[in-house]
């Protein structure tokens, strides 16, 4: 029988995260790399007492980042586990009260895209005598809810430990969700402010190396022979690459079975770098932002193999771009519920060990010569209409005589290193994005489009700074979504970490005006203007300067106005040995990389507005392009 040491629960819960490891292939990874936190009343005492004494005994064994937002502390953490594969996290401590509600935010982001994060958020005291605590939340019609229950629904694995004998029981299922490849996410433990400071006799056993196997698993061999026998069967596969080969490891493996067997491939935003652009099987992003190459073969694909893909409306063009009236789906997903989508057969298994079951079961089938030369003149093409796209003298300047996103994205793929990253998530930046740029190396495209979460940008360039610190990692972001959460600019400087940050002012929320002007709706609401109180100066520009705001944040700050300019600030932002910012004004209403496929947002079904009369026409023929996929 093993001894006891006396530890409070926060110092129990340090010690213990500084003992899990995952490993996968023979290779071991510590599971949690550190702490964002932000301290309060709620955790100063518990969790901030322990990280201080883990810093003081154990230098370097569990470091903690001060941030300046939680949400963005959540933000960080999901691009550090999705750089990382998912094979390594961060954990989050905050106070109780609204240093807990900004995490909601953030976790569901993370379990939206299966991103293992772990959130410890402080709680209310168990004892409850001095209840209400500051920034309690009071339910006369139950006692034991707490704003944390907020967290119930986003998250993968959720936890209250009201006493301390609950903890290993919570850590140990924490473990296990993080480190489960089919249902990771926000992973949340609840901590009452009382009893994180609380001490216990624990059994020594609990702080013993842990290492958590992430494993390969293999496909059920029936289910392999039948989707192979559909495959082959096929004249026209064509597959659908999602985040789950990149969370696999899976690029080389996909490009040797592509290669094998002739099946030309798409990319969700998840998945795109799972091919690098210039593989002669790449035909780009798929669905509703796809280029013409993978949008054309996606349309005629008799069957479309999904490879660790959820399938989302922007894949699937709301279920109207997989137009043969026989299409089949077969579905490697190492999630159950995703593999059976679109009634495909489940092929249920990690994307690398799956994609070496089928590529064996088919035993050297290929496509037609005449199915890969299909391919390559789909490729051809597209690359005629993206050199149009990206051509500076095709692209107007509209009638503010700014240059366009479109242009300034295309210099960026120019410019930066093979194995840099450039970090988005929300605007018409990421459509762009998924669209024309080709990404040379697997985790150089860094795009968060599951949430899709204004604000993400700066934070999660951090995280992926922090994940591997040798690369250049260039936030590209809008103004609405750098006014939504730019606070984790100040922690990277206070950190010594460079980033590159790419700030795109257009005045407002320029994607949701294209959009709002599709439905009918005249770009109400969008633009950042004087509203009708300002009197004379209603409907004139916002005299507010965000270069002088990034500078306040601690950046340096290169100014562009034109193409050319934009591309020496751009070059001088790489080579500078800081956090450098360059800021560009570009025109919301030039030419961006057009239309993919059909997205599906409602329509006002009656209206006096005859803008919203004729959207409300186009919106019910295209919804006859749907199917049900049954």
């Given at each position: 029988?093993?001894?006891?040491?006396?530890?409070?629960?926060?110092?129990?819960?340090?010690?213990?995260?500084?003992a899990q490891h995952t490993v996968r292939d023979g290779?071991?990874?510590?599971?949690?790399?550190?702490?964002?936190?932000?301290?309060?009343?709620?955790?100063?005492?518990?969790?901030?007492?322990?990280?201080?004494?883990?810093?003081?005994?154990?230098?370097?064994?569990?470091?903690?980042?001060?941030?300046?937002?939680?949400?963005?502390?959540?933000?960080?953490?999901?691009?550090?586990?999705?750089?990382?594969?998912?094979?390594?996290?961060?954990?989050?401590?905050?106070?109780?009260?609204?240093?807990?509600?900004?995490?909601?935010?953030?976790?569901?982001?993370?379990?939206?895209?299966?991103?293992?994060?772990?959130?410890?958020?402080?709680?209310?005291f168990a004892s409850r005598h001095p209840d209400p605590?500051?920034?309690?939340?009071?339910?006369?019609?139950?006692?034991?809810?707490?704003?944390?229950?907020?967290?119930?629904?986003?998250?993968?694995?959720?936890?209250?430990?009201?006493?301390?004998?609950?903890?290993?029981?919570?850590?140990?299922?924490?473990?296990?969700?993080?480190?489960?490849?089919?249902?990771?996410?926000?992973?949340?433990?609840?901590?009452?402010?009382?009893?994180?400071?609380?001490?216990?006799?624990?059994?020594?056993?609990?702080?013993?190396?842990?290492?958590?196997?992430?494993?390969?698993?293999?496909?059920?061999?029936?289910?392999?022979?039948?989707?192979?026998?559909?495959?082959?069967?096929?004249?026209?596969?064509?597959?659908?690459?999602?985040?789950?080969?990149?969370?696999?490891?899976?690029?080389?493996?996909?490009?040797?079975?592509?290669?094998?067997?002739?099946?030309?491939?798409?990319?969700?935003?998840?998945?795109?770098?799972?091919?690098?652009?210039?593989?002669?099987?790449?035909?780009?992003?798929?669905?509703?932002?796809?280029?013409?190459?993978?949008?054309?073969?996606?349309?005629?694909?008799?069957?479309?193999?999904?490879?660790?893909?959820?399938?989302?409306?922007?894949?699937?063009?709301?279920?109207?771009?997989?137009?043969?009236?026989?299409?089949?789906?077969?579905?490697?997903?190492?999630?159950?519920?995703?593999?059976?989508?679109?009634?495909?057969?489940?092929?249920?298994?990690?994307?690398?060990?799956?994609?070496?079951?089928?590529?064996?079961?088919?035993?050297?089938?290929?496509?037609?010569?005449?199915?890969?030369?299909?391919?390559?003149?789909?490729?051809?093409?597209?690359?005629?209409?993206?050199?149009?796209?990206?051509?500076?003298?095709?692209?107007?300047?509209?009638?503010?005589?700014?240059?366009?996103?479109?242009?300034?994205?295309?210099?960026?793929?120019?410019?930066?290193?093979?194995?840099?990253?450039?970090?988005?998530?929300?605007?018409?930046?990421?459509?762009?994005?998924?669209?024309?740029?080709?990404?040379?190396?697997?985790?150089?495209?860094?795009?968060?489009?599951?949430?899709?979460?204004?604000?993400?940008?700066?934070?999660?360039?951090?995280?992926?700074?922090?994940?591997?610190?040798?690369?250049?990692?260039?936030?590209?972001?809008?103004?609405?979504?750098?006014?939504?959460?730019?606070?984790?600019?100040?922690?990277?400087?206070?950190?010594?970490?460079?980033?590159?940050?790419?700030?795109?002012?257009?005045?407002?929320?320029?994607?949701?005006?294209?959009?709002?002007?599709?439905?009918?709706?005249?770009?109400?609401?969008?633009?950042?203007?004087?509203?009708?109180?300002?009197?004379?100066?209603?409907?004139?520009?916002?005299?507010?300067?965000?270069?002088?705001?990034?500078?306040?944040?601690?950046?340096?700050?290169?100014?562009?106005?034109?193409?050319?300019?934009?591309?020496?600030?751009?070059?001088?932002?790489?080579?500078?040995?800081?956090?450098?910012?360059?800021?560009?004004?570009?025109?919301?209403?030039?030419?961006?990389?057009?239309?993919?496929?059909?997205?599906?947002?409602?329509?006002?079904?009656?209206?006096?507005?005859?803008?919203?009369?004729?959207?409300?026409?186009?919106?019910?023929?295209?919804?006859?392009a749907q199917r049900p996929y049954l």
């Amino acid at each position: 029988m093993t001894g006891t040491v006396r530890l409070t629960v926060g110092q129990a819960v340090v010690r213990f995260l500084g003992a899990q490891h995952t490993v996968r292939d023979g290779v071991e990874h510590r599971l949690i790399e550190g702490f964002f936190g932000i301290f309060g009343h709620g955790n100063v005492a518990g969790l901030g007492q322990a990280l201080l004494q883990s810093d003081i005994d154990e230098p370097g064994r569990m470091p903690y980042w001060l941030a300046r937002n939680e949400q963005g502390a959540v933000h960080a953490a999901a691009a550090f586990a999705k750089h990382r594969n998912r094979l390594s996290t961060l954990a989050v401590t905050t106070s109780i009260g609204p240093g807990a509600t900004n995490m909601v935010t953030g976790a569901a982001l993370a379990t939206v895209n299966r991103i293992p994060v772990l959130l410890l958020p402080a709680d209310v005291f168990a004892s409850r005598h001095p209840d209400p605590v500051l920034q309690q939340l009071e339910r006369q019609d139950a006692r034991d809810v707490t704003v944390n229950d907020a967290f119930r629904p986003v998250s993968a694995f959720f936890d209250r430990v009201w006493r301390p004998e609950q903890l290993p029981a919570a850590l140990l299922g924490a473990m296990e969700a993080l480190t489960d490849p089919a249902r990771t996410g926000a992973v949340t433990i609840a901590l009452p402010q009382d009893v994180q400071a609380e001490a216990h006799d624990w059994p020594e056993e609990l702080f013993g190396t842990r290492v958590w196997r992430i494993p390969r698993l293999r496909p059920d061999e029936d289910a392999v022979a039948d989707a192979a026998a559909i495959i082959a069967a096929a004249e026209r596969p064509f597959i659908v690459a999602g985040g789950g080969v990149h969370y696999s490891g899976a690029e080389e493996a996909l490009a040797s079975f592509a290669e094998r067997h002739g099946i030309p491939v798409g990319q969700t935003q998840a998945g795109k770098g799972a091919l690098p652009g210039e593989h002669p099987l790449d035909v780009g992003g798929v669905g509703a932002t796809g280029t013409t190459a993978a949008n054309t073969l996606a349309a005629a694909a008799d069957v479309v193999i999904g490879i660790g893909t959820r399938y989302s409306d922007f894949t699937t063009a709301s279920r109207s771009l997989f137009a043969d009236p026989g299409v089949r789906f077969v579905n490697l997903n190492v999630g159950s519920a995703d593999a059976v989508k679109l009634a495909g057969l489940a092929v249920t298994g990690d994307a690398r060990a799956g994609i070496a079951a089928l590529s064996d079961a088919l035993n050297g089938h290929s496509t037609a010569p005449s199915y890969r030369a299909a391919v390559a003149a789909a490729r051809a093409d597209w690359a005629v209409t993206r050199g149009r796209l990206l051509d500076l003298d095709w692209l107007h300047r509209g009638e503010t005589g700014r240059t366009s996103q479109v242009e300034l994205l295309g210099i960026l793929n120019e410019e930066i290193g093979e194995r840099d990253v450039v970090v988005n998530a929300a605007g018409s930046a990421p459509g762009d994005l998924h669209k024309l740029f080709e990404p040379r190396s697997a985790k150089q495209y860094h795009v968060e489009y599951g949430f899709s979460t204004m604000g993400y940008e700066i934070a999660g360039a951090l995280g992926v700074k922090l994940a591997e610190p040798g690369i250049q990692v260039v936030a590209v972001v809008g103004d609405g979504s750098y006014l939504m959460l730019a606070q984790e600019l100040v922690t990277a400087v206070a950190e010594g970490l460079k980033l590159v940050v790419v700030l795109i002012d257009n005045d407002g929320f320029a994607s949701i005006g294209n959009l709002s002007e599709s439905v009918g709706s005249q770009r109400f609401g969008t633009r950042y203007r004087f509203g009708a109180a300002a009197g004379p100066a209603a409907g004139g520009a916002l005299p507010v300067d965000l270069a002088l705001n990034l500078e306040s944040l601690g950046a340096d700050v290169l100014r562009a106005s034109t193409p050319t300019e934009f591309r020496d600030a751009l070059r001088r932002a790489l080579d500078a040995e800081t956090t450098t910012a360059v800021y560009i004004q570009t025109d919301p209403l030039a030419p961006g990389s057009g239309d993919g496929a059909w997205w599906e947002v409602p329509v006002a079904e009656v209206s006096t507005l005859d803008s919203t009369q004729r959207a409300r026409t186009a919106y019910e023929a295209d919804r006859r392009a749907q199917r049900p996929y049954l």
